[in-house]
């Protein structure tokens, strides 16, 4: 074949394609639905653009060379086909997702650590003045909690808050845009890093799940992973892989923090993906700690010794995990209510720096000025918690159970109020320390009213911190991760009693931190579906305002369906008169045949104009509308159409219906009473209905 010949007709490829669409001019359509078809190239002026084309058709060309070099090396080498194979693998992605979020927690571990060293070196360098040091004190934090919010408002909105909530959106299948893209990962490290390193009583847990699963996300765009990119499935696997490592990253709990992500993240739960996120927990446990050093060893290490419990400390028990249930709906409620107030105000409302600024001061004061030793962090506080030993002289004065109790109250007024300021904040690690000082407090109080038990307090504080998380998260994982934390197994059976009742009687009073944050946020995700709800049917949710095709569907009338509906999807009947569903089309097909038929247009038209040939001019023809009047040439074929979409008919309950939108993830279905198309339910709209049935019932 002549060479000139093939030139000659990629000219030809190349003019159609980059032909300007005259519908983006004035004498355009006036419904202005042709966005869809916009090219950069289109915008160019004659002449402009040619060195791009050029430089373009060169990287297109070495491109195909190098993928045609590399199959053929595939072909040639098993050994480099499977290579790859095993390169790409899922298992490989989760490894490496596990070893890239260690490497940025320990780094974020090492700047935290600078500013604590920062601090310290301040202080020292000041004059032995209470007042001038509680003031620097104060200043130092004030100007990391400032950082923190310069960062959510200066680089990613998204960042602010726990990240926990927003991905239990994601998981549910909802789109929301802007939480896992790279800015947000940027400030959401760079902002929880100074929020950390500030006195806020915060967290770090919950925005390190939300960069681990943005780190899933940059990831899985690097070419490599392209396979897991494109399906949707294997790419909801690996997010929910994600909220295991930033779990297990933070606190070195792979078990754990599996547990937990399937508990705060999901509805139903896919057992096959189990093995997966137990691979990236353990690969990001197991990075973090032997790049610390500290090897298997426990992060809080207690040596208690096994024994058994009496009937009486098993009825104590008891009453600590429902203690711990009531006092951890208590904090979610009163959230809430801070939250709502804080909107309501507008001294706060309108002046986000404002709450920020008083609560960093009165949280630097406390911390600073306060009898106990706080100012080594929340860690220490565990550590000292969880002790066999005695409480230091520190905590004596004036009175143990007075500094015990003081800290409950100030420390819960001031994570209540923290964890909703529009920062990266966590509340696990807050929430944790204060069980543990609960849990100090009332087996200080058992020792003391009964010395011939042989109470350990510290075995309390165990028990309160992991029954306090699950009264405020309901999750059960609490006690598998305070398992791993002090790497003991002596006090399962109390600390199971108390996580079980502390997650019962909480969700008698209140739904989960969690799902609260979730809600005062407005983010969408489908709640569980409430009794009132098990008496109603498919047809009284779904919509019967659909836009529907027929096979005799015309150009002009595909025009209009796309004018006046963002749909993604539209359903194919046989008639309207039967409405005998066929399947569903894609809108990106309809948009392609659409653009394609007015392509063809301009071509003949130009050739009808350069021929100097009357019987094809525009007039002849009779104009754009009069050639997109014509019936669509539709190809009923995969993956533009697909003849068996998820339907179900109008008698199906809302109980099954909530387990196929929750188990499945699909967007919409199509519901069918005898065969014919009756109605549409967006998941959008199937939300919306969960919500106002809860609210009723």
Not at 16 to 23: A, C, H, L, V
Not at 264 to 284: E, I
Not at 421 to 432: E, K
Request: net charge positive.
């Amino acid at each position: 074949m002549p060479v000139s010949f093939v030139q000659q007709k990629w000219r030809e490829i190349v003019r159609e394609i980059t032909e300007p669409n005259p519908s983006y001019g004035s004498s355009g359509n006036s419904h202005g639905f042709r966005s869809y078809s916009y090219d950069p190239v289109d915008v160019l002026r004659h002449g402009e653009g040619s060195e791009w084309r050029g430089r373009s058709m060169e990287n297109f060309k070495d491109s195909k060379k190098v993928f045609i070099w590399f199959r053929r090396l595939q072909e040639k080498f098993p050994i480099v086909n499977l290579f790859t194979n095993v390169l790409s693998s899922e298992w490989t992605f989760l490894a490496i997702l596990g070893f890239v979020s260690a490497s940025l927690f320990m780094t974020t571990e090492l700047i935290v650590g600078s500013i604590e060293n920062g601090r310290i070196l301040l202080m020292g360098s000041l004059p032995n003045v209470s007042i001038v040091r509680c003031f620097f004190w104060t200043l130092y934090s004030l100007l990391f909690a400032v950082l923190a919010r310069l960062c959510v408002e200066y680089i990613s909105p998204f960042s602010a808050g726990s990240g926990i909530p927003e991905m239990k959106s994601i998981l549910g299948g909802v789109r929301i845009g802007g939480y896992l893209t790279f800015k947000n990962l940027l400030a959401k490290v760079i902002g929880n890093v100074a929020a950390y390193g500030s006195d806020i009583s915060i967290g770090r847990e919950g925005p390190f799940i939300m960069v681990c699963g943005i780190l899933a996300n940059v990831l899985t765009k690097l070419p490599m992973f392209r396979k897991i990119r494109k399906d949707k499935s294997r790419k909801f696997q690996v997010l929910s892989a994600a909220c295991a490592a930033g779990i297990a990253t933070v606190f070195g709990a792979p078990v754990g923090g599996v547990l937990f992500s399937i508990e705060v993240t999901s509805t139903y739960y896919l057992v096959q993906n189990l093995a997966k996120c137990f691979l990236c927990a353990f690969a990001a446990s197991f990075f973090v700690n032997y790049i610390e050093g500290r090897g298997l060893i426990a992060l809080f290490q207690t040596s208690f010794q096994t024994k058994m419990f009496s009937d009486f400390e098993i009825i104590s028990f008891i009453i600590l995990g429902a203690s711990c249930g009531i006092i951890g709906a208590f904090f979610v409620v009163i959230q809430a209510k801070v939250t709502n107030w804080r909107k309501a105000y507008k001294f706060f409302a309108q002046d986000t720096y404002k709450q920020i600024i008083f609560i960093s001061i009165v949280s630097s004061i406390f911390t600073y000025a306060s009898f106990m030793p706080l100012r080594d962090g929340q860690f220490s506080i565990i550590t000292l918690m969880f002790s066999e030993e005695s409480l230091e002289a520190n905590w004596m004065w004036p009175s143990m159970y007075f500094n015990l109790c003081y800290f409950i109250i100030i420390k819960f007024l001031l994570t209540v109020v923290s964890i909703g300021l529009p920062i990266p904040c966590g509340l696990f690690v807050p929430v944790f320390v204060l069980g543990s000082v609960i849990g100090r407090l009332w087996g200080e109080v058992m020792a003391s009213l009964f010395p011939d038990l042989g109470v350990i307090p510290g075995g309390y504080a165990v028990v309160g911190a992991a029954a306090f998380s699950a009264g405020c998260t309901r999750a059960l994982s609490a006690s598998v991760i305070i398992f791993e934390l002090t790497g003991q197994l002596g006090l399962m059976f109390p600390v199971l009693i108390a996580v079980i009742l502390a997650t019962a009687i909480g969700n008698l009073l209140s739904p989960s931190v969690y799902d609260k944050i979730l809600e005062g946020k407005g983010l969408p995700y489908l709640p569980p579906l409430s009794t009132a709800g098990h008496r109603k049917t498919a047809r009284d949710v779904m919509s019967s305002e659909m836009n529907v095709l027929t096979r005799s569907v015309t150009y002009k009338e595909i025009s209009l369906l796309l004018t006046k509906t963002n749909f993604h999807y539209f359903p194919l009947v046989d008639e309207f008169s039967s409405m005998i569903l066929l399947g569903e089309i894609r809108r990106d097909y309809l948009e392609e045949i659409l653009h394609k038929r007015e392509r063809e247009y301009q071509r003949l038209k130009m050739r009808s104009s350069s021929a100097d040939d009357p019987t094809n001019s525009p007039s002849m023809m009779g104009g754009l509308d009069d050639w997109l009047s014509a019936q669509a040439l539709l190809e009923l074929k995969s993956p533009q159409f697909d003849p068996s979409p998820f339907q179900l008919v109008d008698k199906t309950s809302l109980t099954k219906m909530h387990f196929m939108f929750s188990m499945l993830g699909i967007a919409h279905t199509w519901c069918t009473s005898s065969g014919k198309l009756v109605g549409v339910i967006t998941k959008k709209e199937f939300m919306k209905k969960c919500w106002d049935l809860n609210q009723r019932g």
